[in-house]
Structures are given as structure tokens and as C-alpha cells.
């Protein structure tokens, strides 16, 4: 085995006297780190033994490689990564790839903190309801053949429906698949009469205008905040309340109009209780001032 020598700063520098090697189970086990973290980093050019016997594979540590290996332990305790703590061996600025972790850790915690919250904000409530949940999507670019008119009330969406299916049959309109049918509510608030809505069914292209029908193209959606009502339409408020409550406490605001997708109703459930609605308010995050 060859002599490893370091310089004895006492005596003249021709003079030296041999570092001691360690194998590697030793230094693992001086340094608390694994045989196989040892090897992985020497077979990823990160961290070498200081001797590697030519006949048995057998490799050995010397002390001075103490610190560096001290280094790449914490480093990778802060989950730095091997390519990362090879740019700072090959004299990258550790401090900025430190503070370039630090605001990626605290883009995490941010993260985490609105997962906590909204954890938080359904074990508040008396009863957790599984269809209650808020998900924030995006809603597809989509064709809608539309009517826009006045009701008396909530009700009159009832054979306003077959009236409107009728046109768009007369039309030779095609339905997209999966069936998208919605209504948009155009005014502010909540009104019991005389509601302005627009009613959409999606479809495959759009056909010629009629006195009745108009076609359109709604640009995607990118972020919506919704939730599943399911029962009569009476109880819709809860609903409504639910998904407000998390677009407020989530730091969104609402930025365009309602819709109230139809997934199951009269049509295709003998009881209320099945109906099934999709809630979709579109939002954007509300921009902190600088």
C-alpha cells in the first residue's frame, strides 16, 4: 500500500510523517453516516476515498477528509441535491444557492400553511359533508349554444330546459360529451323574480343564430373554485356559502360570472335528493400590494 504523508509544520518540510487510513467501516462510523452513502457518493464523483486498494476494491478515508464530508452531510440534510453540491465543490457561491433554497422552503411553507388552513376551516364546521369540498381547477375552452332571458323565478329553469333543447334540436345541434349544461346568473346578488340568466348547453360546433338560440365561444376557464351540491335547489345557499367562505379565507376574489352545471336533476332523477349540481366560480389570487 502506498504512504499517504502530511507536513509536520516542527520540522522541515522534507520531513513527513504518514496520514493514517481508515477503512470505510470505521470512517462511517466515525462521521455517523452509512457504508452505502460512502459508496454512492464516491461512485457520484462527489466525495473519494483517499486510497483505494488496486486488489481488493478496499477503500480508505484519511481525517482531513473529515470537513468535506461534513459539508455534503448537512448540505444534503437540507436536501440540497448531488448536481447542487457538485456546483459548489467546483466554486459556485454556497450563500446564494442557500438563499435560493431558502425562498424555495418558504414557497413550501406558504404551500403547507394554505393546506393547513384549509383543513382547519373543514373541522370547524359541525358536519364535514364529502361533496362540500371546494377544488380549485380550470374549466376548457368550450362552444355553448346559449339563451339569454329574464325568468320569473328559479323554478322556470324547468321548461325553459325542454324548451331550449327543442331549438337546438330543430338546429341539428350535436351535445358535447360529457354533457356540460349550465347557467349563468348576469346580476349582482341574489333576486327571488325577474332573474336575468343565460342558459348553455355545450356542443360539438356552433350552428346559424335563431330567434331563440345564439352560439358562442367561452375561453378557457384557468382557475375556478368549485363545489358539488347535491339535493333539492333549495338548499343551494349552503352551498354557495361553503365555496364563498373558502374563495374568502384563500385570498381569491371572483372574477367573472357563476355557473351552476347540471350533472343530474328532474330529468334523469325521480328524487331531489340525487340531484347533483357543480358550483364553478371563476377566481384569481388577489395581488398583495408591494
Avoid at 34 to 48: E, H, N, P, V
Avoid at 167 to 185: A, K
Avoid at 194 to 206: D, F, H, K, S, Y
Wanted: glycine share 4%; charged share 30%; net charge negative.
Amino acid at each position: 500500500m502506498e504512504g499517504y504523508y502530511k507536513t509536520n509544520g516542527d520540522m522541515d518540510c522534507k520531513e513527513k510523517t504518514p496520514d493514517k487510513l481508515y477503512k470505510i467501516g470505521m470512517f462511517a462510523g466515525m462521521n455517523r453516516v452509512t457504508i452505502k452513502a460512502l459508496r454512492y457518493y464516491d461512485d457520484q464523483s462527489l466525495f473519494k476515498p483517499a486510497y483505494v486498494d488496486e486488489e481488493n476494491g478496499y477503500r480508505y478515508y484519511v481525517l482531513s477528509q473529515i470537513a468535506d464530508l461534513h459539508q455534503i452531510l448537512a448540505l444534503r440534510d437540507m436536501e440540497f441535491t448531488i448536481d447542487e453540491i457538485k456546483k459548489i465543490q467546483s466554486g459556485m457561491s454556497e450563500k446564494d444557492l442557500l438563499s435560493k433554497k431558502k425562498n424555495y422552503i418558504l414557497k413550501e411553507i406558504a404551500q403547507l400553511t394554505t393546506k393547513l388552513a384549509k383543513v382547519e376551516s373543514y373541522l370547524s364546521d359541525d358536519h364535514i359533508d364529502p361533496s362540500n369540498h371546494v377544488l380549485i381547477k380550470s374549466i376548457p375552452e368550450v362552444i355553448v349554444a346559449t339563451m339569454r332571458v329574464t325568468v320569473e323565478s328559479y323554478d322556470a329553469l324547468f321548461t325553459l330546459m325542454p324548451q331550449m333543447g327543442a331549438e337546438m334540436e330543430r338546429l341539428g345541434c350535436v351535445c358535447q360529451m360529457p354533457e356540460y349544461c349550465f347557467t349563468h346568473y348576469l346580476e349582482p346578488g341574489y333576486k327571488e323574480e325577474q332573474i336575468l340568466i343565460e342558459t348553455c348547453e355545450a356542443v360539438v360546433e356552433a350552428k346559424e343564430d335563431s330567434d331563440i338560440v345564439k352560439f358562442k365561444t367561452f375561453a378557457e376557464i384557468q382557475e375556478a373554485a368549485c363545489i358539488f351540491h347535491k339535493g333539492s335547489y333549495e338548499t343551494i345557499p349552503q352551498s354557495y356559502k361553503e365555496v364563498l367562505k373558502y374563495i374568502e379565507e384563500n385570498g381569491y376574489e371572483i372574477c367573472g360570472n357563476t355557473r351552476e352545471s347540471y350533472i343530474d336533476g328532474a330529468w334523469n332523477k325521480e328524487s331531489a335528493q340525487d340531484w347533483l349540481t357543480e358550483i364553478q366560480v371563476p377566481v384569481c389570487k388577489i395581488q398583495q400590494p408591494m
